[in-house]
């Protein structure tokens, strides 16, 4: 199993996003959090920065939407050049068409929950995805501390995708740090975002650094 270490920018300086970027080079993706101020009570930035982010940079983009009517929004992120794209299933009518167009057009089909959303009514519909995502704050603002009442559902999720026998990723956003990222990767999650404790740090690469070590040694992984 890999460890991935996928830095959100939320918390980075939004007017620079390509240099923000540029701090962070030993991250395995960009973390992009699209807020619609309908799905969370939050507005960010949507398709036309994405865009430009995509144009600045070669890092892979792993792109949140936290939109509604995303069925409808996804696929244009896609055809952006994001590498992994991210609909809550909270958010989508058709889940399952929504992830093969997602895969149709080149990109990580990922399905995201909210710290209330079980997985358990989605077993069918894993062998459709690339990663699923598990919210471990309420979505909508970078900062918030990190929910333990998630760590159940993160070995449970962990148990229904080895049962699948694919390789699809398990991912955690929110509260991750050096405080939290052992305990998750102990329960089976294996790609972390990390917003406010990568750019909060003084040399935010040595801290991806050192998350993707804690997380390696906690699950013993190369
Ligand atoms: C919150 C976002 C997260 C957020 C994480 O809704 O989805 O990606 O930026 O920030 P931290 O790591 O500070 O919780
Ligand atoms: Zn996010």
Known sequence: MGIRITPSVLNADLANLNAEIARIPSCDAVHLDVMDNRFVPNLTFG?????????????????????????????????????????????????????????????????????????EPYEDLLGELDMVMLMTVEPGFGGQSFLDIMLPKIRRTRALLDKTGGDIWLQVDGGISAETIERCAEAGADTFVAGSAVYGANDPDAMVRELGRMAKAATKCC
Do not use: C, N
Not at 63 to 91: C, K, N, Q
């Open 47 to 119: 398709l036309p920065v994405v865009e430009r982010v995509r144009s600045g940079t070669d890092k892979m983009l792993d792109v949140h939407l936290m939109i509604a009517e995303v069925d409808r929004w996804a696929p244009g992120y896609a055809e952006a050049g994001a590498e992994s794209v991210t609909f809550h299933i909270e958010a989508s009518d058709a889940p399952v068409k929504l992830a093969r167009q997602l895969r149709s057009l080149g990109a990580r089909a990922s399905m995201g929950l909210r710290p209330a959303t079980p997985i």
